[in-house]
């Protein structure tokens, strides 16, 4: 009964996939469990269709399912597999299936220790022991325990194949080598496998050498990626802050024709009201002069109306009229037809020169074509020269400011507020803006080439101020064995052909920054991708007595 109990548990906590007991156990959405291996090398053999399914009843899942750890189960067969060991402490020395079993062990089989070539079988460690003790064994030849020990055999002869037909390219034994293949060029497995080896190590390398030029393609491609959209991001916010510039403008503008206009319009209405009101008070006055003569003219005493009409006061209303007559809204005609004449130029401006930009969005690259060749580089390089009222005083500048040395004591240089005081480097007179390439020799044990901000910090000896180790500053630290890139006091190993020679090149405007191994060959080291909020000087960091670093003149 108990057995059966054990038999029933067995079978509940094994995999339906493997059959064996479930190892780190996941549950899918439907209920069932299993291996995480197994069901994550089921769902791998499904991807291409995209349609994922369960083992054992067959539900699909649109989406991979994510797969979390079953405590419960995995608990369960611990529990299980603790039980089994306190039953039979030999049980893991037991074969399982997947296992090379003892060929001498009768009834449950003890896993192989070795298998032996002249023996064509395997042994536990019990039954290997006459190989270690008995002189009758001590010619034979153990390797590890094998399933394919049968293949090692000659089919022909029944003799262990130590040898290797180069010319049938397949292994033989010794009297093979002697018959059918006499002729051959054979040799012994051995020489073979040291061959094969070789070219296996020469193929690994290779492999190797694709696999980080691959990956450091890839990581061009993420930079690449990060231009394109730093690039798309740039161009859009500026292009925004044009096109509001110019609404505004359009807006300030209109605003300021509306009030010169309406200014031009009080000035002629109040001079039209002034002279209609001058020419209403001349009606009046002819009117009442009218009235008067029309009084005179009906005397009937003539002595009277001489006296009446010669006592009248002369009249003081001209009798043209001042009056220019213009034509409806003449005074801003001007205005309209200057206004129609902007409208005209804007829109040839909107639909046709808006046409030259989207053909400038097709045709440019985002992409910073950096170089690939060193004459590529060569036609960004630039002069540089180091500004001696940077050196640390255990620095010596000399070739025209363009080699540093470590000096043994302190070369007694002048205070000055740009020198770094506790740091063991020097920074160029010249910044660096756009595209500049410049190359670097260097001599001695550690010697940091770098570019940096001209605010970086200069007095003391903390993180402020050491190049690499703050957010001002990058540098590539060379030794004759290593390169190590620093950047904001994070250190990475980076891996290339040793130069005594280091490129460097930088397209501020793109935000690259690239260090480069420079002999027959040029070959990249490092690459960042960042965002330069300020020129850049190159810089020099020597720490050891003796050390150096000369900025080549480049032809």
Same mark, same amino acid.
């Given at each position: ?25 996941? %549950? %899918? ?46 608990? &369960? ?39 032996? &070539? ?46 290797? $037909? ?39 390398? @290779? ?34 802050? !044009?096109? %509001? ?29 002034? &002279? ?40 003081? !209303?001209? #009798?043209?009229?001042? =009056? ?14 200057? =206004? ?8 040839? =401006? ?21 170089? #690939?060749?060193? @004459? ?10 180091? @500004? ?34 506790? $740091? ?24 940091? !080439? ?14 402020? $101020? ?42 501020? %405007? ?12 040029? #070959? ?17 960091? !020597?720490?050891?007595?003796? @050390? ?8």
């Amino acid at each position: 009964m108990e057995q059966q109990r054990a038999e029933l548990q067995t079978e509940t906590l094994s995999c339906s996939i493997c059959l064996d007991l479930l190892k780190e156990p996941v %549950t %899918t959405s439907c209920g069932h469990s299993y291996c995480r291996t197994c069901i994550s090398n089921h769902w791998d053999a499904e991807e291409e269709k995209r349609i994922y399914t369960c083992p054992q009843c067959r539900e699909t899942f649109i989406r991979r399912p994510a797969l979390g750890k079953n405590i419960m189960l995995a608990e &369960l067969v611990e529990e299980l597999k603790n039980n089994r060991l306190q039953e039979d402490p030999d049980d893991q020395r037991f074969a399982a299936a997947e296992d090379v079993a003892c060929d001498f062990c009768t009834g449950k089989k003890l896993k192989a220790f070795k298998s032996c &070539l002249n023996c064509v079988a395997s042994y536990c460690e019990k039954h290997l022991q006459p190989h270690h003790v008995s002189a009758v064994f001590k010619r034979h030849e153990l390797v590890d325990p094998s399933t394919k020990i049968q293949e090692m055999i000659c089919s022909r002869h029944d003799e262990v194949m130590k040898m290797f $037909c180069r010319t049938d390219q397949q292994c033989i034994c010794f009297l093979c080598s002697m018959e059918e293949h006499k002729d051959h060029d054979t040799v012994s497995a051995a020489t073979e496998r040291t061959d094969k080896q070789r070219e296996l190590q020469e193929s690994r390398a @290779d492999i190797h050498k694709n696999i980080q030029d691959r990956e450091k393609d890839v990581e061009l491609l993420k930079e690449q990626e990060q231009t394109i959209n730093f690039s798309a991001d740039q161009t859009v916010e500026h292009s925004k802050q !044009v096109f %509001t510039e110019l609404i505004s403008l359009l807006h300030r503008r209109s605003s300021e024709q509306e009030k010169e206009v309406r200014s031009k319009q009080q000035t002629e209405v109040s001079a039209i009201r002034a &002279l209609q009101e001058k020419l209403e008070q001349e009606i009046s006055e002819l009117k009442k002069r009218d009235a008067e003569l029309q009084q005179i003219s009906t005397t009937e005493d003539n002595i009277q109306f001489v006296l009446s009409y010669s006592s009248l006061s002369a009249l003081s !209303v001209s #009798t043209h009229s001042s =009056v220019t007559h213009r034509g409806p809204g003449s005074c801003i005609e001007e205005v309209t037809a200057a =206004v129609s004449v902007l409208r005209e130029h804007l829109h040839k =401006v909107l639909m046709e020169d808006w046409t030259k930009v989207c053909h400038t969005v097709e045709r440019v690259d985002v992409l910073p074509s950096e170089p #690939t060749s060193r @004459d590529g580089f060569l036609k960004y390089s630039q002069e540089i020269t180091l @500004d001696p009222n940077t050196a640390h005083t255990y620095l010596g500048l000399s070739e025209g400011n363009r080699k540093v040395t470590r000096m043994k004591g302190d070369q007694h240089h002048p205070d000055h507020p740009d020198r770094f005081t506790g $740091c063991v480097q020097v920074l160029s007179r010249e910044s660096l803006t756009g595209r500049c390439y410049w190359e670097v020799e260097v001599r001695g044990k550690v010697v940091g !080439v770098s570019v940096a901000y001209k605010s970086i910090a200069r007095a003391g000896g903390g993180k402020d $101020c050491v190049f690499g180790f703050n957010d001002k500053s990058w540098r590539l630290s060379w030794s004759p064995n290593s390169y190590t890139f620093y950047h904001n006091n994070i250190k990475s190993p980076v891996s290339g052909p040793q130069s005594s020679i280091i490129g460097v090149y930088v397209d501020h %405007t793109a935000g690259i920054l690239s260090f480069y191994s420079v002999s027959d060959t040029i #070959t990249l080291l490092h690459r960042v991708h960042t965002t330069f909020t300020e020129p850049l000087h190159t810089g020099v960091f !020597v720490y050891w007595y003796g @050390d150096s670093a000369l900025l080549c003149t480049l032809k």
